[in-house]
Antibody, heavy 119, light 112 residues
Protein backbone atom coordinates (compact mmCIF):
# COMPACT_ATOMS: atom_id res chain seq x y z
CA UNK A 1 0.00 0.00 0.00
CA UNK A 2 1.33 3.42 -0.99
CA UNK A 3 1.55 5.69 2.04
CA UNK A 4 2.66 9.34 2.18
CA UNK A 5 2.83 11.01 5.59
CA UNK A 6 3.66 14.70 5.87
CA UNK A 7 5.09 16.38 8.96
CA UNK A 8 6.58 19.71 10.00
CA UNK A 9 3.58 21.98 9.63
CA UNK A 10 3.44 24.82 12.14
CA UNK A 11 2.59 28.45 12.86
CA UNK A 12 5.36 30.77 11.70
CA UNK A 13 5.75 34.53 11.43
CA UNK A 14 6.04 36.30 8.09
CA UNK A 15 9.63 36.17 6.90
CA UNK A 16 10.28 32.97 8.81
CA UNK A 17 11.31 29.52 7.66
CA UNK A 18 9.89 26.03 7.92
CA UNK A 19 10.84 22.59 6.62
CA UNK A 20 8.19 20.07 5.64
CA UNK A 21 8.91 16.37 5.32
CA UNK A 22 7.03 13.52 3.67
CA UNK A 23 7.75 9.91 4.64
CA UNK A 24 6.98 7.52 1.80
CA UNK A 25 6.38 3.78 1.98
CA UNK A 26 4.84 0.97 -0.04
CA UNK A 27 6.75 1.67 -3.26
CA UNK A 28 10.29 2.10 -4.61
CA UNK A 29 10.62 5.77 -3.68
CA UNK A 30 13.79 6.51 -5.69
CA UNK A 31 12.12 5.69 -9.00
CA UNK A 32 9.26 8.19 -8.75
CA UNK A 33 8.89 11.91 -9.33
CA UNK A 34 7.42 13.64 -6.27
CA UNK A 35 5.40 16.86 -6.01
CA UNK A 36 4.12 19.36 -3.45
CA UNK A 37 0.66 20.93 -3.85
CA UNK A 38 -0.80 23.67 -1.61
CA UNK A 39 -4.41 24.34 -0.64
CA UNK A 40 -5.23 27.62 1.13
CA UNK A 41 -8.04 27.38 3.71
CA UNK A 42 -11.36 26.89 1.90
CA UNK A 43 -9.71 27.38 -1.48
CA UNK A 44 -8.55 25.33 -4.46
CA UNK A 45 -5.37 23.45 -5.29
CA UNK A 46 -2.11 25.04 -6.43
CA UNK A 47 0.89 23.10 -7.68
CA UNK A 48 4.11 24.16 -5.93
CA UNK A 49 7.09 22.06 -6.99
CA UNK A 50 8.36 18.70 -8.26
CA UNK A 51 11.57 16.69 -8.17
CA UNK A 52 12.74 13.69 -10.18
CA UNK A 53 13.75 10.32 -8.77
CA UNK A 54 17.44 10.99 -8.17
CA UNK A 55 16.96 14.63 -7.17
CA UNK A 56 18.85 16.04 -10.16
CA UNK A 57 15.89 17.91 -11.66
CA UNK A 58 13.58 20.32 -9.85
CA UNK A 59 10.85 22.75 -10.95
CA UNK A 60 8.97 25.43 -9.04
CA UNK A 61 5.90 27.59 -9.39
CA UNK A 62 6.83 31.23 -10.02
CA UNK A 63 5.22 32.22 -6.70
CA UNK A 64 7.79 30.22 -4.68
CA UNK A 65 10.86 30.33 -6.93
CA UNK A 66 13.90 31.51 -4.98
CA UNK A 67 12.17 30.99 -1.61
CA UNK A 68 11.33 27.26 -1.53
CA UNK A 69 13.65 24.31 -2.13
CA UNK A 70 12.46 20.77 -2.80
CA UNK A 71 14.81 17.90 -2.04
CA UNK A 72 14.76 14.20 -1.25
CA UNK A 73 16.71 11.61 0.72
CA UNK A 74 16.26 8.32 -1.09
CA UNK A 75 18.16 6.44 1.64
CA UNK A 76 15.35 7.43 4.04
CA UNK A 77 12.45 7.45 1.56
CA UNK A 78 11.75 11.05 2.50
CA UNK A 79 10.76 14.16 0.54
CA UNK A 80 11.41 17.66 1.89
CA UNK A 81 10.26 21.20 1.22
CA UNK A 82 12.39 23.95 2.72
CA UNK A 83 10.35 27.15 2.86
CA UNK A 84 12.12 30.46 3.49
CA UNK A 85 10.91 34.08 3.49
CA UNK A 86 7.39 32.86 4.18
CA UNK A 87 4.48 35.13 3.35
CA UNK A 88 0.93 35.25 4.69
CA UNK A 89 -0.27 34.01 1.30
CA UNK A 90 1.76 30.80 1.71
CA UNK A 91 -0.70 29.69 4.41
CA UNK A 92 -2.40 26.40 3.67
CA UNK A 93 -2.26 22.65 3.72
CA UNK A 94 0.72 21.25 1.82
CA UNK A 95 0.17 17.85 0.20
CA UNK A 96 2.94 15.46 -0.77
CA UNK A 97 1.95 13.80 -4.06
CA UNK A 98 3.49 10.93 -6.01
CA UNK A 99 4.16 11.33 -9.71
CA UNK A 100 3.24 8.44 -11.96
CA UNK A 101 5.58 6.23 -13.96
CA UNK A 102 2.91 4.93 -16.32
CA UNK A 103 1.61 8.26 -17.61
CA UNK A 104 2.43 11.94 -17.18
CA UNK A 105 0.59 12.84 -14.01
CA UNK A 106 0.19 12.23 -10.30
CA UNK A 107 -1.60 9.49 -8.42
CA UNK A 108 -1.33 9.13 -4.61
CA UNK A 109 -1.74 12.02 -2.15
CA UNK A 110 -0.72 12.36 1.47
CA UNK A 111 -3.02 13.70 4.21
CA UNK A 112 -1.30 17.10 4.22
CA UNK A 113 0.57 19.36 6.65
CA UNK A 114 -0.88 22.71 7.77
CA UNK A 115 1.37 25.75 7.49
CA UNK A 116 0.08 28.99 8.97
CA UNK A 117 2.00 32.19 8.31
CA UNK A 118 0.77 34.91 10.63
CA UNK A 119 2.06 37.51 13.05
CA UNK B 1 0.13 28.98 -17.69
CA UNK B 2 -2.81 26.86 -18.84
CA UNK B 3 -6.05 28.08 -17.26
CA UNK B 4 -8.61 25.41 -16.36
CA UNK B 5 -12.24 26.54 -16.10
CA UNK B 6 -14.90 24.31 -14.55
CA UNK B 7 -18.69 24.58 -14.78
CA UNK B 8 -20.82 24.55 -12.77
CA UNK B 9 -19.12 25.61 -9.53
CA UNK B 10 -21.92 24.05 -7.53
CA UNK B 11 -24.11 21.10 -8.43
CA UNK B 12 -27.06 20.01 -6.26
CA UNK B 13 -28.06 16.49 -7.27
CA UNK B 14 -30.71 14.02 -6.17
CA UNK B 15 -29.44 10.65 -4.95
CA UNK B 16 -29.54 8.08 -7.74
CA UNK B 17 -29.59 10.73 -10.45
CA UNK B 18 -26.73 11.51 -12.85
CA UNK B 19 -24.31 14.41 -12.49
CA UNK B 20 -22.01 16.07 -15.00
CA UNK B 21 -19.10 18.50 -14.61
CA UNK B 22 -17.36 20.30 -17.46
CA UNK B 23 -13.79 21.48 -17.69
CA UNK B 24 -12.26 23.66 -20.38
CA UNK B 25 -8.56 24.40 -20.82
CA UNK B 26 -7.18 27.64 -22.28
CA UNK B 27 -5.06 25.65 -24.73
CA UNK B 28 -4.88 22.12 -26.07
CA UNK B 29 -3.77 19.48 -23.57
CA UNK B 30 -2.37 17.16 -26.24
CA UNK B 31 1.28 16.58 -25.36
CA UNK B 32 4.19 15.94 -27.70
CA UNK B 33 3.79 12.18 -27.20
CA UNK B 34 0.17 12.37 -28.34
CA UNK B 35 -1.34 11.83 -24.89
CA UNK B 36 -3.88 14.20 -23.34
CA UNK B 37 -3.03 14.57 -19.67
CA UNK B 38 -6.36 15.63 -18.22
CA UNK B 39 -7.17 14.25 -14.78
CA UNK B 40 -10.14 14.39 -12.42
CA UNK B 41 -9.76 14.47 -8.64
CA UNK B 42 -12.31 14.06 -5.85
CA UNK B 43 -11.92 15.73 -2.46
CA UNK B 44 -14.38 14.57 0.17
CA UNK B 45 -14.93 16.87 3.18
CA UNK B 46 -11.90 16.86 5.47
CA UNK B 47 -9.94 14.54 3.18
CA UNK B 48 -7.02 14.99 0.77
CA UNK B 49 -7.73 14.86 -2.96
CA UNK B 50 -7.99 11.44 -4.57
CA UNK B 51 -7.31 10.59 -8.22
CA UNK B 52 -10.42 9.38 -10.04
CA UNK B 53 -9.65 9.62 -13.75
CA UNK B 54 -6.40 10.05 -15.72
CA UNK B 55 -5.73 10.71 -19.42
CA UNK B 56 -9.33 11.86 -19.98
CA UNK B 57 -11.14 8.58 -19.46
CA UNK B 58 -9.08 6.01 -17.51
CA UNK B 59 -10.43 5.12 -14.08
CA UNK B 60 -7.76 4.86 -11.39
CA UNK B 61 -7.44 1.83 -9.15
CA UNK B 62 -10.51 1.26 -6.96
CA UNK B 63 -12.68 3.92 -8.61
CA UNK B 64 -16.29 2.76 -9.14
CA UNK B 65 -17.47 2.40 -12.72
CA UNK B 66 -20.26 4.95 -12.18
CA UNK B 67 -17.51 7.54 -12.76
CA UNK B 68 -16.54 8.19 -16.37
CA UNK B 69 -14.55 10.80 -18.25
CA UNK B 70 -14.70 12.00 -21.82
CA UNK B 71 -13.57 14.80 -24.09
CA UNK B 72 -10.69 15.88 -26.30
CA UNK B 73 -8.42 18.82 -26.98
CA UNK B 74 -9.71 21.56 -24.67
CA UNK B 75 -13.13 20.32 -23.55
CA UNK B 76 -13.67 17.57 -21.03
CA UNK B 77 -16.48 16.11 -18.94
CA UNK B 78 -16.75 14.03 -15.78
CA UNK B 79 -19.99 12.08 -15.40
CA UNK B 80 -21.41 10.21 -12.45
CA UNK B 81 -24.10 7.84 -13.67
CA UNK B 82 -25.98 7.55 -10.36
CA UNK B 83 -24.91 9.78 -7.49
CA UNK B 84 -24.43 8.14 -4.10
CA UNK B 85 -24.11 9.84 -0.72
CA UNK B 86 -20.36 9.13 -0.58
CA UNK B 87 -19.85 11.18 -3.76
CA UNK B 88 -20.41 14.45 -1.89
CA UNK B 89 -17.35 16.70 -2.09
CA UNK B 90 -15.42 18.93 -4.45
CA UNK B 91 -14.26 17.75 -7.86
CA UNK B 92 -11.24 19.23 -9.63
CA UNK B 93 -9.92 18.85 -13.13
CA UNK B 94 -6.14 19.01 -13.37
CA UNK B 95 -3.82 19.24 -16.36
CA UNK B 96 -0.40 17.57 -16.22
CA UNK B 97 0.59 18.21 -19.83
CA UNK B 98 2.51 21.39 -19.14
CA UNK B 99 4.30 22.95 -16.16
CA UNK B 100 3.11 24.46 -13.99
CA UNK B 101 0.43 21.83 -13.53
CA UNK B 102 -2.86 23.67 -13.02
CA UNK B 103 -6.27 22.92 -11.56
CA UNK B 104 -9.83 24.02 -12.17
CA UNK B 105 -11.55 26.06 -9.44
CA UNK B 106 -13.44 23.03 -8.18
CA UNK B 107 -17.09 21.98 -8.41
CA UNK B 108 -18.97 21.31 -5.19
CA UNK B 109 -21.28 18.32 -5.49
CA UNK B 110 -24.03 18.28 -2.90
CA UNK B 111 -27.20 16.31 -2.35
CA UNK B 112 -30.55 18.08 -2.78
Amino acid sequence: EVLLVESGGDLVQPGGSLRLSCAASGFTFSTYWMHWVRQAPGKGLVWVSRINGDGSSTTYADSVKGRFTISRDNSKNTLHLQMNSLRVEDTGVFFCVRGTNRWSGVDYWGQGALVTVSS
Amino acid sequence: DIVMTQTPLSSPVTLGQPASISCRSSQSLVSSDGNTNLNWLQQRPGQPPRLLIYKISNRFSGVPDRFSGSGAGTDFTLKISRVEAEDVGVYYCMQTTQLPHTFGQGTKLEIK
